[in-house]
C-alpha cells in the first residue's frame, strides 16, 4: 500500500517554504478524511441486502439400503462444503431415514452448532419427502431449501439466492449444473428434444435449461429454489409424498399468486 506523503516530504520535494508546514499538513488531512467518507459511503451503497436474514437448509438422507453407504460419502462432501459459503448465516438440518450411526456420529464430530440432527423413529422412505415436512416444522430460519446428498453448492449459493428477495417476492431460484449420475438419469430433458415443451437452448447441461429461466415442471430442482418459511410452513402440505413433490409445492405457492424471482446465475452442481 502507498504510503500518504508527509508535509515535510512536500516542502522538500518542492522546495517549499517551510510556512506551508500548517497549509500542507491541513489539505492532506482533508484529502484523507474525504477518501474516508467517500469508502464509507460506497461501502454502505453495496453492502448486500438481507444479510440479517437465516437459512433453514434441510437434508433428508438415506439410512438403509444398497445406495446408504454411497449417499453417507456424498453428504459428507455436502456437510464439508457448507462452511465454504460467503453467506455464513444458517442452519442445516440434517434428518436421518431411521437409525442412522455414521451421519450421526458425522454431525456430532463437526461441533458445528449451526449443523442440527434429526433421525425418524422408522424407516418413512419416499424420497425424504416426510422427512422435508418434518425439517420445515422445525425450521427456525426466514428462509428454507430442501438439499439432497448430492448437490453441491457454490460458495455464493445462499448469497445469490437470499440477496434476491424483496418484501414482494417469495420464491427466488437460479441454474444447477447437472453431472455424472445426476446427468445420466435425466439426460433426456436435456439432449435433441424439447421436454414439456422447454427447448434446450442453453446448449449445456443446467437446469433451467431455457435462457428466459421458466418455472415449470422438469426445469427447477430442490436445490434451485430458496423460499421465504411462512409460505413453506403455511403450504407444507402441498410437499407429499409422490416423486415430483418438490415441483407441486412450487406449484401450490404460484397458485396462490406468490411471486418469485429468477437469478441468471449459475449456483451449484446436482451429481
Not at 446428498?149 to 424483496?166: M, Q, S, T, W
Not at 430442482?221 to 402441498?238: P, T
Request: glycine share 6%; with cysteine; hydrophobic share 35%.
Amino acid at each position: 500500500m502507498k504510503r500518504t506523503p508527509l508535509w515535510n516530504d512536500l516542502v522538500l520535494e518542492y522546495k517549499l517554504p517551510w510556512r506551508y508546514k500548517k497549509t500542507i499538513d491541513y489539505s492532506i488531512k482533508s484529502i484523507n478524511t474525504k477518501i474516508y467518507e467517500l469508502n464509507q459511503f460506497f461501502s454502505k451503497k453495496t453492502k448486500p441486502k438481507n444479510t440479517d436474514k437465516k437459512v433453514s437448509i434441510i437434508i433428508p438422507t438415506l439410512s438403509k439400503g444398497n445406495q446408504a453407504d454411497h449417499f453417507f460419502k456424498l453428504k459428507k462432501l455436502l456437510i464439508k462444503y457448507l462452511p465454504n459459503q460467503t453467506y455464513h448465516n444458517y442452519e442445516a438440518i440434517v434428518l436421518c431415514d431411521g437409525s442412522n450411526p455414521k451421519v450421526e456420529n458425522m454431525v456430532k464430530s463437526l461441533k458445528d452448532r449451526r449443523i442440527r440432527l434429526f433421525i425418524s423413529e422408522k424407516t418413512l422412505g419416499f424420497w425424504g419427502h416426510p422427512l422435508t415436512r418434518k425439517g420445515i416444522e422445525l425450521a427456525k430460519g426466514d428462509y428454507f431449501v430442501r438439499m439432497n446428498d448430492d448437490n453441491i453448492p457454490y460458495k455464493n449459493y445462499l448469497a445469490e439466492l437470499v440477496e434476491g428477495f424483496r418484501e414482494d417476492i417469495g420464491v427466488v431460484y437460479g441454474r444447477v449444473v447437472y453431472k455424472e449420475t445426476a446427468l445420466k438419469a435425466h439426460g433426456n430433458n436435456f439432449i435433441g428434444k424439447k421436454s414439456r415443451g422447454i427447448p434446450n437452448n442453453m446448449c449445456t447441461f443446467t437446469i433451467p435449461r431455457d435462457k428466459s429461466g421458466k418455472i415449470l415442471r422438469t426445469n427447477i430442482d430442490c436445490m434451485c429454489y430458496l423460499v421465504k418459511i411462512n409460505l413453506a410452513k403455511k403450504y407444507v402440505d402441498s410437499w407429499d409424498n409422490s416423486f415430483a413433490a418438490d415441483w407441486f409445492f412450487i406449484e401450490k405457492l404460484l397458485n396462490e399468486g406468490v411471486k418469485y424471482k429468477f437469478i441468471d446465475k449459475l449456483i451449484g452442481v446436482k451429481r
